[in-house]
């Protein structure tokens, strides 16, 4: 079973349309992460999430953390073509060392 | 520091060959990860060190692999036998894990073709 499932897990939308992708767990995180990938490239960071009920923005893209810090969710705004990607949630929990990687959402913005 | 460095970026085997790649963490990063990911799919979690004690092996990780963190800094990932079913991207990651914190830097990854 997945720790962190994400949805959708395939979106294909038109550039300027706005898109919210969800990661949620019945698990409660120290700490979550979102990560960007494109094909045949490590995953690149994009924003880090600590606090329950924390949103951060960065330019077009706004990040919430559950209150509970179980769930998260990445809001795009205005989506352009150079958002297409693989978007990936991870985390850690309170106990254990593991980081746990989300199943991924692939976007497609189409110009 | 550039940030984690795999070579090779690219390998190409024959099956039943052995093949090891290599991760240079951030320097001062205690935690190094290594993944697995095939095409569309999230990566998958294959071992963990913090400093050179390897902590936490995944079930995927077969008799085949072994990982190795001599110095707590680099770390290497050997496979032997090589089949098929190994292609994949491998991903290294590093973390300084500090308080809550848990955010990994990745790198470009090595990607394995079993042929």
């Known amino acids: 079973t997945q720790l962190l499932e994400q949805s959708p897990q395939f979106l294909s939308i038109q550039e300027g349309e706005n898109l919210t992708v969800y990661c949620n767990s019945s698990?409660?995180?120290?700490?979550l992460q979102w990560y960007r990938q494109e094909p045949g490239e490590g995953p690149v960071l994009l924003v880090t999430v600590v606090t329950g009920g924390e949103v951060k923005k960065l330019k077009r893209l706004t990040f919430q953390f559950g209150d509970a810090r179980k769930d998260s969710s990445l809001h795009i705004t205005a989506a352009q073509p150079g958002d297409t990607g693989l978007y990936l949630c991870?985390?850690?929990?309170?106990?254990?060392?593991?980081?746990?990687f989300g199943t991924g959402t692939s976007l497609t913005v189409i110009p | 520091d550039t940030g984690v460095s795999q070579n090779p970026r690219h390998k190409i085997t024959k099956r039943g060959q052995n093949v090891t790649f290599r991760c240079d963490p951030i320097s001062e990063h205690n935690r190094l990860y290594w993944y697995r990911q095939t095409l569309g799919q999230g990566p998958e979690f294959l071992t963990y060190f913090q400093n050179e004690a390897q902590l936490e092996k995944s079930r995927l990780l077969s008799d085949r692999f072994s990982a190795e963190r001599p110095k707590g800094s680099f770390s290497t990932l050997e496979i032997q036998r090589t089949e098929q079913g190994d292609s994949a991207m491998y991903l290294c990651?590093?973390?300084?894990?500090?308080?809550?914190?848990?955010?990994?830097?990745f790198g470009q990854g090595t990607r394995l073709t079993v042929v």
């Open positions: 990651a590093s973390s300084a894990h500090e308080g809550r914190n848990t955010e990994a830097f």
């Open positions: 991870a985390g850690g929990l309170n106990t254990g060392n593991q980081f746990y």
């Open positions: 698990s409660v995180f120290s700490s």
